[in-house]
């Protein structure tokens, strides 16, 4: 009673879970244009997108998808030949046991007229299946804490999937072990099936037990007789029909053997009553806690493959695009290759902002999406993550369930700098992405963040960006001792002023007339700073609209680092804002 209970109240956490976890693909939403959409008319767009595919000639697309992406893991074996043995026998060894095993009274039963689970090949089955699991997860731990992958994260969640799965199948063979050798189990057997004999027969049966199918008895021990065996074997013949020897369970019998000296007093104590709860709760406990745990991207991660393979970020409905990237947050399995192959992941290593790698934004970006308060200092944290980004697509083209990760970041940064959060990143060469989205941003939402963070410099050096009045009583003798991270960025003090970097700036050439639009023009800025004028050079538009193309550096006759001087006098300022402004 207690255990069906427990199944059904299991289950029902399990739906409430599932319930709760897919409506937040219609309720969440990362971008500010996506909140304006309506709940009723996301899932109303879905239906009508997935009806729309199924009927046309997309399903092909789905079915190629399903076997080779979803069920052949095609995506995985291209990163890694261990990481796809991984999750081959994790998902397949898992997914059998559940039909065949733990779903027998529903699959096996339907499927085979004769199944029954001490039967071959059933028996074999299961523990070949339990195996795979076994291996996977071995795969998965050296993986995890053996291999030193760089910059890969284990977090907690890792960490529950690993252990719910182990103590399942752990449990499992050592309950399949202990019921080998329980005696109890043996005459609770006999009791139910057996005709009742004389004390001779039952000896007889039970010595055949003892020898060939691994119960230990508390009274008779080997070596028995040929005739006493031959006449268990008579006895056990309707016995056969159910049970197979329990050799062909190779790591259940082998468990047996391990236990077989002590095996009386284990079964005395319980220990196979013990483990069959300890089994089954772990069974109800993973099944309960699987919508709300890593494990969930079992369900999510297929959806992200057939999603992203059908749609189009071009034509699709805005409304489906906002379902699919909160869908995308839960098809995530924390594999790592994303933070691997990125461009920025190196940064992490001086800045220690976890939001920096691919892999660990995702956690991130779910609470932001669910509308929960997150402190302005963690704001900043995830901000500078998001935008610490080359924009290099490395990332979405090596993720093993297909999410559209650069889609992710640029969405949730555009949300972030809508929602006030000026970013000095918003003005360096970083936001180039940016740019070039601008038609889908629009006018007005491009132009604020960017008008906010100009703000934030200005005020934090008392100027503004707009005047470029020469004010010798800012002079700062210091600035150009300051100037010496990037590779010889001091060479300005060569500079002669022969105009040949502005004549070969690009941005220059987009004005009529650019010093009224730019303020100090780049040989300008290099006599500037050997004047030590602060306040002119942070004024200067020019500094903040430098592409980086290195066009200047490049056609300069005196070999002035120009392109590097502008990055190190970027980076001053920021680093002066984000110490003095940005404070929590």
């Known amino acids: 009673m207690f255990f069906t209970v427990s199944l059904y109240f299991a289950l029902a956490i399990f739906a409430i879970g599932m319930v709760f976890k897919v409506s937040t693909w219609f309720r969440y939403s990362l971008s500010s244009a996506a909140a304006d959409i309506p709940t009723n008319k996301r899932v109303l767009a879905g239906v009508k997108g997935i009806l729309l595919t199924v009927f046309s000639a997309k399903i092909l697309t789905l079915l190629k998808v399903l076997v080779l992406e979803v069920l052949l893991q095609t995506r995985t074996l291209k990163e890694s030949q261990l990481r796809w043995w991984m999750h081959m026998l994790i998902y397949s060894g898992f997914m059998l046991l559940l039909l065949m095993h733990a779903l027998n009274k529903i699959v096996s039963v339907s499927l085979f007229s004769d199944y029954y689970p001490t039967l071959n090949p059933f028996m074999f089955l299961r523990d070949l299946f339990g195996l795979m699991v076994m291996v996977g997860l071995a795969f998965t731990l050296y993986r995890r804490f053996f291999m030193k992958i760089p910059r890969l994260k284990t977090n907690p969640l890792d960490h529950y999937a690993i252990i719910i799965l182990a103590v399942i199948m752990v449990s499992g063979f050592l309950l399949e072990g202990t019921k080998i050798t329980s005696y109890t189990r043996y005459q609770e057997m006999v009791e139910t099936y057996a005709d009742a004999g004389n004390e001779e027969e039952m000896k007889a049966l039970e010595s055949l037990w003892v020898k060939e199918y691994g119960v230990v008895s508390p009274e008779l021990k080997g070596p028995f007789k040929d005739d006493v065996l031959e006449k268990g074997r008579k006895l056990n013949e309707s016995c056969i029909a159910c049970h197979s020897r329990p050799q062909w369970a190779f790591l259940g019998y ?83 290759t994303c933070t691997l192959r990125c461009s920025v992941s190196v940064v992490f290593e001086e800045i220690p902002n976890v939001n920096i790698l691919p892999s660990e934004k995702i956690a991130a970006l779910k609470t932001l999406a669910s509308g929960k308060n997150i402190s302005q200092q963690d704001i900043r944290m995830i901000q500078e993550g998001l935008y610490l980004c080359t924009n290099c697509l490395r990332c979405t083209g090596v993720c093993p369930v297909g999410i559209n990760l650069q889609e992710l970041w640029f969405s949730a940064r555009e949300a972030l700098l809508q929602k006030s959060c000026p970013e000095p990143l918003i003005l360096s060469p970083l936001s180039l992405y940016r740019g070039l989205m601008q038609p889908s941003i629009g006018p007005e939402q491009y132009q ?85 004028l602060t306040d002119l050079v942070m004024s200067s538009r ?34 002066q804002v984000k110490n003095n402004v940005l404070k929590p």
């Open 254 to 336: 082998g468990v047996a053997k391990t236990i077989a000296p002590t095996a009386v007093g284990l079964d005395k104590a319980g220990l196979p009553r013990f483990l069959w709860i300890i089994h089954f709760l772990a069974c109800f406990i993973g099944l309960a806690y699987l919508p709300f745990s890593k494990m969930f991207h079992i369900i999510a991660s297929p959806v992200s493959l057939l999603t992203n393979a059908v749609m189009d970020p071009e034509t699709s409905d805005p409304a489906n695009i906002a379902t699919r990237q909160i869908m995308e947050l839960d098809a995530c399995t924390h594999c790592g």
């Open 448 to 532: 604020n963040p960017i008008q906010s963070a100009k703000k934030l410099i200005s005020d934090e050096y008392k100027i503004d960006i707009q005047d470029n009045t020469i004010n010798t009583t800012h002079r700062d003798d210091t600035l150009k001792h300051k100037l010496h991270l990037s590779a010889q960025s001091t060479t300005f003090k060569f500079c002669y002023n022969c105009k040949t970097c502005t004549a070969a700036c690009p941005v220059m050439h987009n004005f009529d007339n650019p010093q009224a639009a730019l303020g100090l023009v780049p040989h300008q800025i290099m006599h500037a700073l050997s004047w030590g």
């Open 542 to 575: 020019m500094l903040w609209a430098c592409l980086g193309c290195y066009q200047c550096q490049d056609q300069c006759p005196q070999g002035v680092h120009i392109t590097d001087v502008f990055y190190e006098l970027k980076n001053i300022a920021i680093k």
